[in-house]
């Protein structure tokens, strides 16, 4: 135990100090020794995190946030990761629109919503950063999804989110689909603010909550 909390440690450090060949090495080394990659992910995001506080405080820079949006790209792309987010076959469960909204390109976390949906069983259409309400609209107009998953870090995403909430409702569609927004900061406030369904800080939680409303939609 006392291991894995070591290198558990190391590589939440190593991340805060941008070391990125240490990071993608003790990722390795963590996976070898079978690390769940999801517990992996939240190791990252830890250290992460960290970069923003240091960001925050001015004792790192945009060149570091750069470097680390680029350090959790590359664990992404680790085979053991990429294997977590691989589509099984199967029935679909569900279709969903995801988007990181207006004003907002933070798009890590979307990304691995997206993916764990995937794996899930959805169809995810992704609409990708920096997207207009309207865009929404279109998406839910033509692929009929039973979910809009809206993403966003920014504090001022909330806004950009409720005005998809809004335009949706002005186009008549907010009945016909289930919002869930996620966002590190996301709380039930803001979620009632949005007007969303519910929310997630975390992409498990997120799938979670998509497969309730799904089987809550087919009355199960
Ligand atoms: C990497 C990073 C960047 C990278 C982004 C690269 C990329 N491709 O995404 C770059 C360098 C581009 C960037 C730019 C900026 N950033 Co930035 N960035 C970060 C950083 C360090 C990490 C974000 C991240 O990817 N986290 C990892 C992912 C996995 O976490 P996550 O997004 O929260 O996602 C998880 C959950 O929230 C959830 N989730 C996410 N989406 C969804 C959706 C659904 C539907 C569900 C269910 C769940 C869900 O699941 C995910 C996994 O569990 C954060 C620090 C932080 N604390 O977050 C700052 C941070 C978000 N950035 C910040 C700022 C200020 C900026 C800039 C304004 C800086 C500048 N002066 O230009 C710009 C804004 C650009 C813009 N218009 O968007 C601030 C925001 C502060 C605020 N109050 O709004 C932060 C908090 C840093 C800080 N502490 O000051 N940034």
Do not use: W
Not at 48 to 55: F, S
Not at 136 to 148: A, L, N
Not at 185 to 202: P, Q, R
């Amino acid at each position: 135990m006392k291991n894995v909390t070591t290198l558990s440690d190391q590589i939440i450090k190593s991340v805060e100090e941008l070391d990125e060949e240490r990071v993608i090495k003790l990722a390795n080394k963590a996976l070898k020794s079978g690390m769940d990659p999801l517990f992996l992910l939240n190791l990252i995001n830890e250290g992460v995190k960290r970069v923003g506080k240091l960001y925050e405080e001015r004792k790192y820079f945009i060149a570091d946030l750069i470097m680390a949006g680029l350090i959790f790209k590359e664990v992404l792309e680790l085979e053991e990761i990429k294997a977590q987010f691989q589509r099984k076959d199967g029935e679909i469960k569900g279709k969903v629109v995801v988007g990181t909204v207006k004003g907002d390109l933070h798009d890590i976390g979307k990304e691995i919503f997206k993916g764990l949906m995937e794996v899930n069983g959805f169809e995810v259409i992704d609409l990708g950063v920096d997207v207009p309400e309207d865009a929404f609209v279109k998406s839910v107009i033509k692929h009929k999804p039973d979910i809009v998953g809206l993403s966003g870090v920014l504090t001022t995403a909330v806004e950009s989110m409720k005005d998809v909430v809004e335009a949706l409702k002005r186009a008549r569609l907010r009945d016909s689909v289930k919002i869930i927004v996620g966002g590190s900061y996301i709380t039930e406030e803001l979620c009632e603010y949005i007007g969303a369904d519910s929310f997630a800080n975390d992409a498990s939680e997120g799938v979670k909550i998509c497969s309730e409303f799904i089987k809550s939609e087919c009355g199960g």
